[in-house]
């Protein structure tokens, strides 16, 4: 998934609109804390801010880097570096899980009195082991403690939510005291709202270079499948299969463009070089451009591309929600994504594929569907598409807004 248009990585953020004067004093408070600021995160930041004007927003957020080190350190860093501001008259507060919100509740007992909401994007239960998320059951127990302190806890899928409460279950089994009912009643006592989605207006979006890409393809077999893989470059998100799956498109020269971009750290799996190294191999041999490789700055772009674009495939081992599926889908392209993780929630069987006892059955089964798929494009026929409006910001704005307005309520009385 790309970052969201504008926004950088930063320690503290203060939207504009909170210095305003008559109007932001009439207007409900509301704190958000975002301790780890990654791309979706700031999405859901944003879409909120833009959807609840009739609310003052005061905004603080961490960026996405040192995990173990930022989920165990925000609380001290804010309480101290933002003590004022956090000692002001807030209406509403909204955590991200990551917010070690029980330590800075204590260090800054003002926020104690406000109603808090605590959202769910992710748990470390279901997240698989790698190098920046060792085994250590810190990271397990900030979210789990945070959520503790909420008056409404909140997750973006129902996998998310039945993956942290089947892991708060395994973790209390393993713990050396006996953990009371109320906790897992009190974790059981959440709902699920995801981050909305936009819906762009596609006809705006659609490239006058998507013409040339449909000429370019008449050099091959049929015109060419142009699939987008649109997710972090990190180990979760499957780069070991998506090498698989480009070594069986370039071998048997089938007639596809992938593009892989997404949002890119320092550090990043090794499979990427041959990926590349793959992909232009294969641009030369069917005599067509190169797909785009690597991060793309511009939201319009990145847009652009996804409405220009057949296919948005996931080789994911890890999506509580799939924004990046999801964003995709909403500018028209057909999903691929495993049979499992929280994909099975809004995707039928025609937008799933199995995974195999290995990468190479795997990969497999996937050239089979894509091959199928270029049948159907080139033979003019359409592509099925994925009805994903009921996570439109039209859907899910009501959802908030009922959670909200009772939150606030419980401040009134």
Request: aromatic share 8%; net charge negative.
């Amino acid at each position: 998934m790309q970052p969201v248009a504008g926004k950088l990585p930063c320690q503290s953020i203060h939207c504009k609109s909170h210095v305003t004067g008559s109007e932001f004093t009439m207007k409900p408070r509301v704190l958000l804390l975002s301790a780890y600021a990654a791309a979706s995160h700031q999405l859901w930041v944003t879409r909120l801010q833009l959807l609840f004007p009739e609310y003052a927003w005061t905004m603080l957020e961490l960026p996405p880097r040192h995990f173990n080190w930022t989920i165990r350190s925000n609380s001290m860093l804010w309480a101290f570096r933002e003590r004022e501001l956090l000692q002001q008259a807030f209406d509403l507060l909204i955590a991200t899980s990551m917010v070690d919100l029980s330590s800075l509740r204590g260090m800054v007992p003002a926020l104690t009195s406000i109603p808090t909401l605590v959202y769910f994007h992710e748990n470390q239960f279901a997240y698989p082991s790698g190098d920046q998320r060792e085994a250590n059951v810190e990271p397990q127990l900030v979210p789990l403690y945070a959520a503790l302190c909420a008056d409404q806890i909140v997750f973006n899928s129902h996998y998310n939510r039945d993956s942290f409460l089947q892991g708060a279950m395994g973790l209390f089994k393993r713990l050396p005291d006996t953990i009371p009912d109320s906790v897992l009643l009190r974790l059981q006592a959440s709902c699920v709202v995801p981050v909305p989605v936009p819906v762009p207006v596609p006809t705006a979006l659609i490239p006058a270079t998507a013409q040339d890409l449909d000429s370019e393809a008449g050099n091959v077999a049929g015109r060419t499948l142009e699939i987008v893989w649109n997710h972090r470059w990190e180990y979760d998100k499957g780069a070991d299969l998506l090498l698989e799956l480009c070594k069986r498109i370039s071998t048997d020269m089938l007639p596809m463009r992938l593009h892989i971009v997404g949002e890119q750290f320092r550090k990043q799996p090794v499979e990427f070089q041959q990926i590349d190294l793959l992909l232009n191999a294969h641009a030369a041999q069917l005599q067509i451009s190169r797909g785009r490789f690597g991060f793309i700055a511009a939201r319009s772009e990145y847009e652009t591309l996804l409405a220009q674009s057949d296919v948005v495939l996931s080789t994911a081992r890890h999506d509580f929600q799939g924004l990046a599926i999801q964003e995709a889908c909403m500018l028209g392209c057909t999903p691929l994504a495993p049979n499992s993780l929280v994909y099975p929630e809004y995707l039928d069987s025609r937008f799933l594929y199995a995974l195999g006892t290995d990468h190479a059955t795997t990969a497999t089964g996937l050239c089979a569907r894509l091959q199928q798929w270029h049948a159907q494009k080139a033979a003019g026929a359409a592509l099925p598409k994925a009805d994903l409006q009921g996570f439109s910001e039209a859907a899910v704005r009501p959802q908030y807004a009922q959670l909200f307005q009772q939150l606030l309520a419980t401040c009134q009385n």
